[in-house]
């Protein structure tokens, strides 16, 4: 058995109207993983606050309370998303053997 696990990194600016939506379609899509490729036993998704203005953070903490496969990263201000997934990407390689990104 290999044991890997992955992390999805998802940037994220003002996209409260459809983080909640979106996440949990990629719940599926981290389970579709899951059961295609046995190497992968364990699967979450950090999710970067790029300095949203709106209920983006919020809603990612709540996330996070509903499940702990899911993390988040808050910025204090809009670095853009290439900041935000360097920032994601840094913090995945910490724990992950593999990662994705969008």
Request: charged share 20%; aromatic share 8%.
């Amino acid at each position: 058995m290999y044991n890997k696990k992955l992390t999805i990194v998802i940037p994220a600016y003002n996209e409260d109207e459809v983080l909640m939506n979106s996440v949990y379609r990629l719940l599926n899509v981290k389970d579709q993983i899951l059961e295609k490729y046995e190497a992968i036993t364990t699967a979450n998704i950090l999710i970067i606050d790029d300095g949203s203005n709106d209920q983006t953070w919020p809603i990612i903490e709540r996330l996070h309370n509903e499940n702990r496969q899911i993390g988040g990263l808050q910025f204090s201000r809009n670095f853009g998303h290439q900041a935000a997934l360097i920032a994601g990407l840094n913090e995945a390689v910490k724990t992950a053997d593999c990662y994705c990104y969008n």
